[in-house]
């Protein structure tokens, strides 16, 4: 991978909950990694089966292997969120992965 290619920030956040000073539960986003990544855009009607599913793919995400990257988080990219709906990890080296992910616009559901 060329590092070069890795030009845009991006924020990959988990879904957590903590307790407040009450004791009650709040579900929020952190932030699990800051890092940089090749942002591939998905233009036209194309494609991409994640678990046998179709799925509309707008924006893959080429980053840097980290095994701890599920699908059950997202990524924020210039104040806009994206659901990760597959991760491929390229050619199987365990040196940098694929995000495939869906845009959404309500931040707060996720």
């Known amino acids: 991978m060329e590092a070069g290619k ?3 920030e991006i924020i ?22 800051s890092c940089y990544a090749e942002v591939l855009s998905n233009r036209g009607s194309q494609k991409i089966e994640a678990d046998k599913v179709k799925s509309d793919i707008d924006t893959m995400f080429r980053v840097r292997w980290d095994s701890g990257i599920r ?5 924020s990219y210039k ?23 869906k845009r959404f616009e309500d931040a707060t559901n996720g």
């Open 12 to 33: 990959i956040q988990q879904y957590s909950s903590s307790a407040n000073t009450y004791g009650e539960i709040i579900k929020t986003w952190s932030t699990y990694l």
């Open 6 to 8: 890795l030009r845009q």
């Open 71 to 75: 699908t059950n988080m997202r990524i």
């Open 79 to 101: 104040n806009v969120y994206y659901n990760i709906v597959n991760i491929d990890n390229y050619k199987d080296l365990d040196v940098d992965m694929i995000l495939s992910c």
